[in-house]
């Protein structure tokens, strides 16, 4: 205990460390950063772990996260695992030209709530649901800040103390354990299973309607598939049986697509074919396939939207004018048929073209690091945020081949990087897929790859 005593006396004052920095440095900063840091100081003496306590090597600590700290922790990286969607990364990447037009409109004042004919208050939807209901078919619709708020504002809406009618195979759960029980419990709706996990049937519905049923609601099975011996029910079939029994239909669309989309084996039915099978509301997501800032699009029968318009709750899922601005400029290149937004690039990227693209990247990296194994390789890439969970996507990329011992410790030097690089590894190699690698950050993953290589 004595020495646990006398080496925290070792630990510097406050006051001690603020004079090692001038005035160009936050002292207020300086003050809430120093506080941790010699807490963490103190923890690691009476865990017994050996620390660093001169002033001297505290101050360069503490500067070092003084600068982390003014710099932020969010930061562009570099997508190389071949997910074009990816949830961690932010999902889709915004098309440039529409976000310097979105930047117009948030960077002053703009009509975000203000009718300019009548010269009164308006209403923020207005901006994006022409644009939804033109491209979907839909008679009205209204924009939340992502789906999972659209599933909870319908259910608190439509089916508040009452039962909901779910396929068992559909209760599905997504990213950060999103899961639909959870959430309907949440929302005060009650759930009705019905079915087995792989085989549900109309009369599955039918069977489980009764005095407190309120809606029928089908999931898309964003990221997973049931194959084999199975059956299920198609839209136009819960449609029918909702508008029957008088109960509202609802299909949570997940990703969503504004068009069909088709890639190798993958089919995603777009919103406006959805709607031909004369369901009533149908929710999905803005920053997947759509291409589009995050967000919830519900769209649907206008009584319902209505009712959702009045629902108190909406007010805490609305969305901010950047999000209407980005989104309203997505859909605009949709109507113009501009098909040349970041992800639309990436899905279409031609397999050649990819291929030359790797061997442009792979020749200059053999030149600067001859030492190493450095090739091309056809890789598989994948849709991810939710679409089409089975398929593969036909890619090509560059392998490096390291020893085990440096695998780790190069992905990590990459993720360090002064704009962060994230690959694959499998066995003992580093995959880079090309597909999600944008022109614009070749040289720059070059860079990157060589800086890494480097022993610490």
Known sequence: MGDVNQLLRKIPKVDELLKMFDSSFSKDLLKYLINDLLEEKRGSIKRGENTELDIQSISTEL???????????????????GIAIHTNFGRSPIDEDVFDDAKELVCGYSNLEYDLEKGERGERYLHCSNYINYLTGAEDSIVVNNNAAAVFLILNTFAKECE?????????????????????????????????????????????????SSLIMKSHKSNYKIVGFTEDVSLEEIASISKKYGLVSYYDAGSGAIEDF???????????????????????????????????????????????KKNQILRMLRVDKLTISILQGTLRKYILNKKDKPIDRIFEADSDKLKKKSKRIANILKNEL??????ITELKGFTGGGACPMLEIESYGIFINLKESDLQRVARKLRNFTTPIICRIEKDRLLFDVSTVFEKDINILIEGIKWSIEKD
């Open 63 to 81: 500067k070092d996260r003084y600068l982390n700290f003014i710099k932020g922790s969010l930061f562009r990286v570099i997508n190389c695992t």
């Open 262 to 308: 088709f890639k190798g084996d993958c089919f995603e039915s777009s919103i406006k074919n959805n709607f031909k099978s004369g369901v009533d509301l149908i929710s999905f997501s803005g920053d997947k396939l759509l291409g589009g800032p995050q967000c919830g699009i519900i769209a649907g029968r206008k009584d319902l939207i209505g009712k959702l």
């Open 164 to 212: 909901v009618i779910v396929s068992r195979g559909e209760l599905i759960e997504i990213g950060g354990s999103f899961r639909l029980p959870e959430v309907m419990m949440e929302s005060g709706a009650i759930l009705r299973e019905v079915g087995t996990t792989n085989k549900t049937r109309p009369i599955d519905y039918i069977n489980g309607i009764n005095e407190k």
């Open 370 to 375: 001859a030492d190493l194994e450095i090739g």
